[in-house]
């Protein structure tokens, strides 16, 4: 059985810790108003929660697959690279998620926002009823439907060491193209230099249809895009310029 590497093991320990912190405190509420990711327009945002949702997790099986990928990528990935180097990628992925995904919103968000201040609404009467849920009485059926569409986004949150992962994903391939993996529910083994960029079309095809393959409907899909092209930019500059060869521990 693989061993455990010091980093690796070390975030494990603290993505469990938050996770029965978030089902001991508050029935969960508190910790996810502390610690989830909010769209920055929504009043619950705060800077650390850029960070803080990296560890938070939405379910015991959430917690159990990123948990498994990290023991099982991760590992391999810190024995190869060294803790500050795998550390390195793995928080860089993160970031790399929130800004793809953040940025995916704000896509979406802003032109309906836009149009809907030039429809007449004032930015209090938007946030109010997207805060609410409630509309006024005097909104037509236009600004109804753009309200609707952009309701999911102000009010949507953020959990999950996904991106993380996927940017150490990304790693492995990059430095073990001719590995086998396998997803659970397609137990077929396809090299590491086919599976990695599959995975992320189908999230790409997933964020922009809509349409759910391997994971639950409300993932954010956009994110692993995110992670797993951070930690690949972050590997290819460093075999480009050698640079992990010489380990910073």
Not at 67 to 96: P, R
Not at 140 to 161: C, H, R, W
Not at 168 to 192: R, V
Not at 224 to 239: N, R
Request: aromatic share 16%; proline share 4%.
């Amino acid at each position: 059985m693989r061993g455990l590497t010091e980093s690796v093991k070390h975030l494990l320990i603290i993505n469990v810790l938050m996770f029965i912190g978030t089902m001991a405190i508050g029935n969960g509420e508190l910790f996810y108003k502390w610690f989830a990711l909010y769209f920055p327009k929504n009043e619950l945002f705060q800077p650390w929660q850029i960070v803080t949702h990296m560890f938070m997790h939405g379910g015991f099986t959430h917690l159990l697959f990123n948990m498994f990928a990290l023991w099982m990528f991760g590992t391999a990935v810190e024995q190869q690279l060294g803790n500050k180097n795998f550390l390195f990628i793995y928080i860089s992925a993160g970031l790399g998620a929130v800004l793809f995904q953040l940025g995916y919103y704000y896509i979406n968000y802003l032109p309906l926002y836009a149009e809907l201040i030039g429809s007449g609404l004032t930015s209090s009467e938007i946030i109010q009823m997207l805060t609410s849920n409630e509309a006024i009485n005097s909104i037509d059926e236009n600004q109804f439907t753009k309200l609707k569409n952009i309701f999911p986004i102000y009010n949507a949150s953020m959990v999950g060491a996904s991106g993380c992962i996927m940017g150490i994903l990304a790693a492995f391939g990059m430095m073990n193209p001719e590995a086998k993996l396998m997803l659970i529910f397609l137990p077929i083994p396809i090299k590491a230099k086919y599976f990695i960029p599959g995975i992320i079309v189908l999230d790409v095809i997933s964020a922009l249809t809509g349409q759910s393959f391997f994971s639950p409907s409300n993932t954010a899909y956009m994110a692993h895009v995110g992670g797993a092209l951070t930690g690949f930019l972050i590997m290819w500059y460093w075999k480009k310029t050698q640079f992990n060869k010489n380990r910073w521990d």
